[in-house]
């Protein structure tokens, strides 16, 4: 998938944002969701998607959407931090799949980072657990503020 394109909804994450496929979700208001990613590159590595858009990535997006969905993975990057106490926080974002991107719905990641421990590699590790994903989904949501 190239950088242009036209937007599928039948992508898993209007899945998930239409209630037809689960989540551990973490926090939504009028424009943003986030949720835990099942595939995680460490410990409570939580996703921020906007909830109205069609956008397959960044460049697509529109400016009001944005600006909302920046400042939704602030709010959820603190609670991150509040929740798990993390030494560091990753927050990124691929455009295309030769940078990565492997769902087209625009989205941020945010990956709590610990001194010495390594990074998962993106898109190769195990499936979690969903019961500690919805634990994890539970202590970050308690910190949202
Ligand atoms: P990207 O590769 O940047 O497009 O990120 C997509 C992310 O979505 C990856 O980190 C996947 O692990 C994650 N992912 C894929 N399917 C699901 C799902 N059903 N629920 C939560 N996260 C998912």
Redesign the pocket.
């Given at each position: 998938m190239s950088l242009d394109g036209t937007y599928d909804d039948g992508n898993?994450f209007a899945k998930?944002l239409r209630g037809e496929?689960p989540?551990a979700r973490v926090f939504e208001d009028d424009h943003v969701l986030a949720?835990?990613?099942?595939?995680p590159q460490a410990r409570g590595h939580t996703?921020v998607i906007p909830k109205h858009s069609t956008a397959r990535n960044l460049l697509d997006e529109e400016p009001r959407v944005l600006s909302a969905l920046i400042l939704g993975v602030q709010r959820v990057s603190r609670a991150v931090r509040a929740a798990l106490n993390p030494d560091g926080l990753m927050v990124s974002?691929?455009n295309g799949a030769p940078a990565?991107?492997?769902?087209y719905h625009l989205?941020f990641?945010i990956v709590p980072r610990w001194e010495g421990e390594a990074l998962g590699r993106?898109?190769a590790g195990g499936m979690a657990d969903p019961a500690v994903l919805k634990a994890l989904a539970e202590q970050i949501a308690a910190k949202i503020s």
């Open positions: 898993i998930i496929a989540a949720f835990m990613d099942v595939f996703l974002q691929f990565g991107q492997t769902v989205h990641h993106h898109g």
